[in-house]
Nanobody, 123 residues
Framework: QVQLGESGGGLVQAGGSLNLSCVDSGHTFDRWAMGWFRQAPGKEREFVSA????????YYADSVKGRFTISRDNAKSTVYLQMTSLKSEDTAVYYC????????????????WGQGTQVTVSS
């Protein structure tokens, strides 16, 4: 069973930055695509970003493109989300998830989820 743990969330002013981390403690990390998702209060969970098994390909929702950067360190079994130029609409609980294969595409299913970390962007 995979075990995912997100960290790095917090309160930040608009225009600021946060770096999120997600550690996978439950499986062989380097064979899986990874993704970041977020869910704001009263809204559906939405896709934020994804990365293939090696880190060579990254994908972003249009809403965060140019502001967020996804990366991974397979030796540390960790995926990162660097967030800059944060906006109030970025406020959400951010989740990392493990895909069902090594390559991300629009058919990829994310079926293993962390508990989430809260990101709050003020003003």
């Amino acid at each position: 069973q995979v075990q995912l743990g997100e960290s790095g969330g917090g309160l930040v002013q608009a225009g600021g930055s946060l770096n999120l981390s997600c550690v996978d403690s439950g499986h062989t990390f380097d064979r899986w695509a990874m993704g970041w998702f977020r869910q704001a209060p009263g809204k559906e969970r939405e896709f934020v970003s994804a990365i293939n098994w090696s880190g060579s390909s990254q994908y972003y929702a249009d809403s965060v493109k140019g502001r967020f950067t996804i990366s991974r360190d397979n030796a540390k079994s960790t995926v990162y989300l660097q967030m800059t130029s944060l906006k109030s609409e970025d406020t959400a609980v951010y989740y990392c998830a493990t895909g069902n294969g090594p390559i991300y595409n629009y058919a990829t299913k994310f079926d293993s989820w962390g508990q989430g970390t809260q990101v709050t962007v003020s003003s």
